[in-house]
């Protein structure tokens, strides 16, 4: 029953002293094997509720060690106008309604780290960069910290011994995640467009799980002094199954001759 779901869900909780010992000896994960953490992770991500996972992780001082560039996304605030919290409670918030709409774990680990730049972009918003500055190979690079996304969420899924296969799809995400919400502001025939040209880039299934986390994201603002979209995410999303049906005959995967055949 739904009432019985609702309070054991509830009362689940750490003794004190369990809760206590960890936070005291929160140290001792660096001992564990990257095997066993990265298993762990990877288990939660997948059938569970990353969402209390990683508040958790938070209060056992944990975060910090397992996930370093997320936990210091933790009171660093956003632009008021387009974020009622800061960026660490904006990814939980993403996170969360991630889960209601997409299961594949390595799209959730990338809502997870999708943000991660905010950290250092902001800090360089604060230094009043010059227009003459924002030319400079390095500074330009610094300044549109989109950049350094993914090399952030690279190290640490590196250090959590993810395979090169995972890791390369989690940045893939980070990379493009920024693209079905900048399609918003294009004229119908340009966003038609850009749109056949994301598909050809990313292919239907990372672009299906793109649309999810753009979809999240924006539900992830609660600002009410600026409209989700999401609508028209959704528009975007079944345009793009209506684009790959008429227009696509078939994908990689698709094929019948493989490495092995040739």
């Known amino acids: 029953p739904h009432e019985a779901i609702q309070h054991h869900t509830a009362s689940f909780d750490f003794s ?7 936070k005291k000896n929160y140290y001792l994960v660096s001992y564990i094997a ?28 944990l975060l910090k060690i397992l996930f370093p560039a997320f936990a210091a996304t933790y009171n660093v605030p956003q632009p008021v106008r387009y974020h ?7 990814t939980l918030l993403t996170l969360h309604k991630l889960c209601l709409i997409n299961t594949d774990y390595l799209v959730r680990l990338a809502m ?17 960069i010059t ?33 090169n296969n995972e890791i390369e799809t989690i940045c893939r995400y980070i990379k493009y995640h ?12 340009i966003r038609t467009k850009k749109l056949r040209q994301l598909l050809s ?18 539900h992830g603002q609660y600002n009410p002094l600026q409209p989700a979209a999401v609508a028209q995410l959704e528009h975007m999303k079944q345009q793009v199954q209506t684009m790959y049906a008429e227009e696509w005959r078939f994908i990689l995967k698709d094929l019948a001759v493989n490495g092995d055949t040739l």
């Open 16 to 22: 004190a002293e369990t809760r206590h010992s960890m």
């Open 34 to 61: 990257k095997e066993r953490i990265k298993d762990e992770i990877t288990k939660i991500f997948k059938k569970w509720n990353p969402f209390g996972y990683i508040a958790l992780l938070q209060e056992l001082n």
């Open 84 to 90: 009622a919290f800061d960026v660490y409670a904006h």
């Open 112 to 128: 997870l780290y999708h943000d991660v730049g905010k950290t250092d972009q902001y800090y360089y918003f604060s230094q009043h």
């Open 131 to 163: 227009k003459e500055e924002k030319k400079l190979p390095i500074t330009h690079q610094m300044y549109h910290a989109q950049a350094l996304w993914p090399e952030l969420a690279q190290k640490d899924f590196r250090a959590l011994w993810f395979s």
């Open 178 to 189: 920024h693209r079905p919400g900048e399609l918003l502001d294009a004229t119908p025939e």
């Open 201 to 218: 880039e990313v292919g239907p299934d990372m672009l299906y799980n793109l649309m999810d986390i753009a979809i999240a994201d924006r």
